[in-house]
């Protein structure tokens, strides 16, 4: 049986404290986007370094993942040019994306929320975003948090390219980063190092 170290309040609470992260929350809930969350390396790498003891200035993430949903938004173009935007006003990479476009990227029917968009995302511990709400965080998170506090890297049900998720792990060097991670492919867990073939991947998979 799991043993749950962190509660969802718990991971509120160090995000909170995370001048950077409260930093960053407040410029996106600037841009009053319809159901927007920040995601994927950005709670996830967070949580990890908290629960391996690292102590950074800023989240261990290649750039900022910012979905929001409006079939009546932007189109990728215009996101582009937001990313950039937000690049020069913060000094960050930003990656900003409409879901409401974004599932023509992987031939699937159109998502139905952002939410909705996080649960096709690779891994459970990367479907899991952060947004201010009136003020206040609150955690997205389509499969809960348990392999995020637990250490634990398993593919999400709607992700079914087992073999990607093995490449995401060897070229984002996780294992190396956060050694007591595990692998959970089918049934098994594994933190032993993953050998796979290298080729590129999709632009469609988040960080």
Request: net charge neutral.
């Amino acid at each position: 049986m799991r043993t749950i170290i962190m509660t969802e309040q718990d991971i509120l609470n160090l995000i909170s404290e995370d001048k950077w992260m409260m930093d960053i929350l407040r410029t996106a809930e600037k841009l009053a986007l319809p159901d927007w969350v920040i995601g994927a390396g950005f709670v996830r790498n967070k949580v990890w370094d908290y629960l391996h003891g690292y102590s950074r200035s800023q989240v261990d993430t290649a750039d900022i993942d910012l979905v929001y949903y409006d079939p009546n938004g932007n189109d990728q173009k215009a996101d582009e040019g937001l990313s950039e935007k937000l690049k020069q006003e913060t000094g960050i990479e930003w990656e900003v994306v409409n879901e409401a476009y974004a599932h023509k990227w992987n031939n699937l029917p159109p998502y139905k929320s952002t939410e909705d968009a996080l649960s096709q995302w690779p891994e459970t511990v990367t479907a899991i975003g952060v947004k201010l709400e009136s003020g206040e965080l609150k955690l997205i998170a389509p499969y809960g948090i348990n392999d995020l506090v637990n250490l634990i890297i398993r593919p999400s049900p709607k992700f079914a390219d087992i073999d990607k998720i093995k490449e995401r792990v060897k070229q984002k060097r996780w294992l190396e980063k956060w050694p007591k991670l595990k692998m959970a492919v089918g049934k098994s867990i594994s933190n032993r190092s993953v050998m796979v073939r290298d080729r590129v991947l999709s632009t469609a998979v988040r960080t």
